[in-house]
């Protein structure tokens, strides 16, 4: 079973602050990357899709790279509304899809 | 406008059965896949388990696996899960999610949170 270990777990940063998430899988794992936000109290939305696609609509401040196992997911200018929890999920045959553990994200 | 709209909260006493529904607007139900979601108080997201509803294919999650039931009513556009006994472990927030190619979950319901308590 592939392993999503994600970090980190939580961070502080300032508003206009550039911040990185990454997401690390136990095998290559090709671009089958997804990243989502959850702001608290609500369903988690889609951000980038395939490790590096921007959704639809998604503020360009947003951004994802990465392949094979190591993944990176990157807010380039932090801003208020961003605060929120993070994750990043996988995709493998069988089908099987994880999420990584979270990464939560405040204003400093 | 696509949607997700799911049923209302539950408080349920363990043992009791349940049934909960995810009702898609504005697509084409029987074309995607529908993936469940659970989220524990305080913690991250689980995937359960997905349907489609075309032909009900469905598959779950090995965590999952014989611990609940996916199911799909494509007349009225209508995905559910269930559980025939429910323990307090099973307390947390359940959510819809359309998948589509790429595997990527791209709407949500607003989530149903599920309550057993004694």
């Known amino acids: 079973d592939i392993q999503m270990t994600q970090s980190p777990s939580s961070l502080s940063a300032s508003v206009g602050d550039r911040v990185t998430i990454t997401c690390q899988a136990s095998?290559?794992?090709?671009?089958?990357v997804n990243w989502y936000q959850q702001k608290p109290g609500k369903a988690p939305k889609l951000l980038i899709y395939?490790?590096?696609n921007l959704e639809t609509g998604v503020p360009s401040r947003f951004s994802g790279s990465g392949s094979g196992t190591d993944f990176t997911f990157t807010i380039s200018s932090l801003q208020p509304e961003d605060i929120a929890t993070y994750y990043c999920?996988?995709?493998?045959?069988?089908?099987?899809?994880?999420f990584g553990p979270g990464t939560k994200v405040d204003i400093k | 406008e696509v949607q997700l709209v799911q049923s209302g909260a539950e408080v349920k006493k363990p043992g009791e059965s349940l049934k909960i529904s995810c009702k898609g607007f504005?697509?084409?139900?029987?074309?995607?896949?529908i993936g469940w979601v659970r989220q524990m108080p305080g913690k991250g997201l689980e995937w359960m388990g997905i349907?489609?509803?075309?032909?009900?294919?469905?598959r779950y999650s090995p965590s999952f696996q014989g611990q609940v039931t996916i199911s799909a009513d494509k007349s009225i556009s209508t995905a559910y899960l269930q559980w025939s006994s429910l323990k307090a472990s099973d307390t947390a927030m359940y959510y819809c999610?359309?998948?589509?190619?790429?595997?990527?979950?791209?709407?949500w319901g607003q989530g149903t949170l599920v309550t057993v308590s004694s």
């Open positions: 395939d490790a590096s």
């Open positions: 095998q290559d794992i090709s671009n089958y």
């Open positions: 999920q996988k995709y493998d045959t069988l089908p099987i899809f994880t």
């Open positions: 349907i489609y509803p075309g032909d009900s294919d469905t």
């Open positions: 999610a359309r998948l589509i190619v790429g595997a990527k979950f791209d709407y």
């Open positions: 504005g697509y084409s139900f029987t074309s995607y896949w």
